[in-house]
C-alpha cells in the first residue's frame, strides 16, 4: 500500500508549523495536533541558517 | 507628534494574528495610525509608505516583534500596549502551558507518530522545512505562498520519490480523513474524493456535494500552479492514483481552471484508464476532451458537484445548468427587484472573496452581460488600471495580492469589502452587487456579522435616493461548520439579501435580473 493510501487509514497527527488559528481549529476539533514554537531559523540570517543546518 | 515605538527582539507571532491585531489597533481613540509587526523588510516597506518608519525599525529582524503608532497624545501608547498584549494573550490557543516545539526535529521527538506537518509559515522560510518533512517521511501541506516555482518542483519530485504527499505551495484546502484542513468546510464522510488545485473552487464542490445529502472521502489539494506545464501536475496525478487505490472512493472529481494542454492530456490519459467513474471541471476548459477521454465533463462548479453525486448514487449523471427553484419563483424574484430599480441602474459589482468563485461568475456572465472590468479580467484589456475605481460592469477578487498587502486575506478579515460594498453602493449607476460568503474552519467566525451594518446601509442610501439596490449572494458553507449555513442565510436574508443555494445560481439570477433591467 502507498504512504498516501497508508495515510488515509491512520488517525491523522499533526505538527502546525505557522498560523496559530490553524492549531486553534485542528484542537477544537479534537484532532491529535502540535503547534511549534516556529521562528526564523538563525533570525532569518540565510548563510548562518545554512551554516546551522549543516551542524545537524 | 512624533512615532511611539515598542521593541521586543526575539519574540516571534505570525502575520495574520498581528495584522488583525494592526487593524484593532487602528480604532483606538488617539491613534492616528498603527502597525503591528515582526520586522520583516515586508513590514519595514509597509512601515515606510505609513509614515511609521524611524531608525529603530530599521535596525529590526525578522525575529524581532514591534508596535509603531502615530498618536495624538504620547500618553495613549500604554493604552496601545496593553490592548496589543491582550489580543496576543486572547488569539493564543487555549492550553497555551503544552509544550511548543521550536524545531521540526524536536516537534518529531515529541510527536513521533506525527503523519502530516501543516506549514504556514512566511514562504521564503517554507522550502527549506518542508524538505525537513519530506525527509523524515511525512506528508506535507504547504499553506504559504511566495514559494517559487522551481522549489516547487523540487519539493514535488521529492514527494513522489517517498510516495508522499506535497500539498501546495499556496493551498488553502484539504479535506484528509474527513478533518478539514486549514480554509476547509465541515463535509459529510462519503464516497466522493476530490483532487483540486483551486481552493475556493473546491470548497465550493465539496460543500454542494454536502448540500445535496452526500459527502467525500479525501479532499487533496495540490496548489494552483500544479498543472502548469513546468509542474506538469505532479500532485494531481499523485492524487490519482491515491484516490484510485482508495477503497472509500468511488468517485473521483478534478478541479482546475484550465490546465496547460499537455498537462491536460496527461491528466485525462490517466483518467481514460480509470476504472471509478471521473467528474472534470476544468474551469472553463475543453469539455469535448474531457468526453473523449471517458470523463464526465461540467460546465460550473455546482454541475460537477451535482454529476459526483449521481454518480457516487449509482444514477445517471444530467447537465445541471438551472435553478433549484420553479421557473415562476426566479420570475417573481426579478420582476420584484428590477421594479424597484430606476432607469440610471444598469451596471453589476460583484465583490468576491474567493478567486475561483469570481473567476467562475465572469465565465458565466460575460455571455449576456457583455465585458466584465476586473483585477483578474478574462480579457487583459479589462483589467482595471485602478483596482479602488469600479468600472461599470465590474467583478473583484478582493483576496488578490493587490488588495491584501499588509492585510489579511478578506475571509479572515471582512473589513476590506465592507469598505468597498459602501463604496460600490454610493455609485447611482450601480444595479446589482454579487457576493460570496464562504465559511468554514479558517474563515471569519462570523463574516456576514461583519458585513450586515454595511449591507444595511448601502441599501437605506440607495432607498433615500429613490433607488433599490439588488444583492445576490451565495454562501459556501454547510449546516456543520462553525458558522452554520443555516443561520448564516437567515441573517443576510433578514437583510433582503437574495441567497442563492449555489455561486452558479447566484450568477445565473443576476443575468435575469439585467436580462428585465435592459428588456
Known amino acids: ?7 488515509f487509514n491512520d488517525e491523522l497527527k499533526i505538527i502546525n508549523m505557522g498560523l496559530e488559528s490553524f492549531h486553534k481549529d485542528l484542537k477544537s476539533q479534537n484532532v491529535k495536533v502540535i503547534h511549534m514554537n516556529w521562528r526564523p531559523l538563525a533570525g532569518g540570517n540565510k548563510k548562518m541558517a545554512s551554516l546551522l543546518s549543516r551542524l545537524k | 507628534m512624533g ?73 495613549v501608547i500604554e493604552k496601545v500596549i496593553k490592548t496589543v498584549d491582550n489580543l496576543l494573550i486572547k488569539k493564543k490557543s487555549e492550553d497555551s502551558s503544552e509544550y ?22 512566511p514562504g521564503k522560510y517554507a522550502s527549506d522545512e518542508v524538505k525537513k518533512a519530506l525527509k523524515n517521511d511525512k506528508h506535507v501541506m504547504l499553506f504559504s505562498d511566495n514559494v517559487s516555482i522551481e522549489e516547487e518542483i523540487e519539493l514535488k519530485k521529492l514527494a513522489k520519490e517517498k510516495g508522499l504527499l506535497m500539498m501546495g505551495p499556496d493551498c488553502g484546502t484539504a479535506i484528509i480523513n474527513n478533518v478539514p484542513l486549514a480554509f476547509a468546510n465541515v463535509i459529510k464522510k462519503g464516497n466522493i474524493g476530490i483532487v483540486g488545485a483551486s481552493g475556493t473552487g473546491t470548497q465550493e464542490v465539496s460543500v454542494i456535494i454536502d448540500k445535496l445529502g452526500m459527502g467525500v472521502s479525501q479532499v487533496i489539494g495540490t496548489g494552483g500552479r500544479d498543472l502548469k506545464s513546468e509542474v506538469g501536475g505532479i500532485m494531481m496525478l499523485e492524487g490519482i492514483d ?147 475605481k469600479s468600472i461599470e460592469h465590474t467583478c473583484l477578487d478582493l483576496g488578490d495580492d493587490e488588495f491584501t498587502v499588509g492585510r489579511p486575506h478578506p475571509m479572515i478579515d471582512p473589513s476590506t469589502r465592507v469598505e468597498r460594498l459602501i463604496k460600490e ?16 474552519y479558517g474563515s471569519h467566525e462570523d463574516p456576514i456579522g461583519e458585513m450586515i451594518p454595511a449591507i444595511k446601509k448601502a ?31 437567515r441573517k443576510l436574508e433578514n437583510e433582503g439579501v437574495i441567497v442563492m443555494p449555489s455561486n452558479a445560481q447566484a450568477v445565473k439570477l443576476v443575468s435575469e435580473i439585467f436580462k428585465k433591467i435592459n428588456s
Do not use: W
Open chain 2, 459 to 489: 441599501k437605506e442610501s440607495m432607498v433615500k435616493k429613490g433607488k433599490h439596490l439588488s444583492i445576490v449572494a451565495s454562501i459556501c458553507g454547510t449546516n456543520n461548520d462553525p458558522q452554520s449555513l443555516e443561520i448564516s442565510k
Open chain 2, 3 to 75: 512615532l511611539s515605538v515598542e521593541v521586543r527582539k526575539n519574540t516571534y507571532y505570525d502575520s495574520v494574528t498581528l495584522m488583525l491585531i494592526s487593524k484593532e489597533i487602528k480604532q483606538i481613540m488617539g491613534v492616528n495610525e498603527a502597525l503591528v509587526g515582526m520586522g520583516t523588510d515586508l513590514n519595514k516597506e509597509l512601515a515606510k509608505n505609513l509614515n511609521l518608519i524611524n531608525e529603530d525599525i530599521k535596525k529590526l529582524g525578522p525575529n524581532d516583534f514591534f508596535i509603531v503608532a502615530n498618536l495624538e497624545d504620547d500618553s
Open chain 2, 242 to 388: 491515491a484516490l484510485l487505490n482508495d477503497k472509500n472512493t468511488e468517485v473521483i472529481v478534478l478541479i482546475s481552471k484550465p490546465p496547460a494542454k499537455e498537462v491536460s492530456e496527461k491528466v485525462l490519459k490517466k483518467v481514460s484508464k480509470s476504472k471509478k467513474p471521473v467528474v472534470v471541471n476544468f474551469i472553463g476548459g475543453d469539455l469535448d476532451l474531457i468526453k473523449k477521454h471517458g470523463a464526465y465533463p461540467s460546465s460550473t462548479l455546482e454541475d460537477a458537484a451535482y454529476k459526483a453525486v449521481a454518480l457516487a448514487k449509482k444514477e445517471e449523471p444530467m447537465d445541471f445548468n438551472g435553478f433549484s427553484l420553479e421557473k415562476e419563483k426566479i420570475e417573481k424574484i426579478v420582476k420584484k427587484e428590477v421594479e424597484q430599480m430606476d432607469s440610471e441602474q444598469k451596471y453589476l459589482r460583484g465583490l468576491y472573496t474567493g478567486g475561483t468563485l469570481a473567476d467562475e461568475a465572469m465565465k458565466l456572465l460575460t455571455k449576456d452581460l457583455g465585458h466584465i472590468y476586473s483585477n483578474i479580467p478574462l480579457d487583459p484589456q479589462f483589467k482595471l488600471i485602478d483596482v479602488n
Open chain 2, 425 to 440: 453602493a454610493k455609485d447611482e449607476e450601480v444595479a446589482v452587487l454579487l457576493m460570496d460568503f464562504v465559511l468554514g
Open chain 2, 100 to 121: 511548543r516545539p521550536a524545531t521540526l526535529d524536536s516537534a518529531l521527538k515529541y510527536q513521533s507518530d506525527s503523519n502530516l506537518v501543516l506549514i504556514s509559515v
Open chain 1, 1 to 7: 500500500m502507498s504512504k498516501i493510501n497508508e495515510l
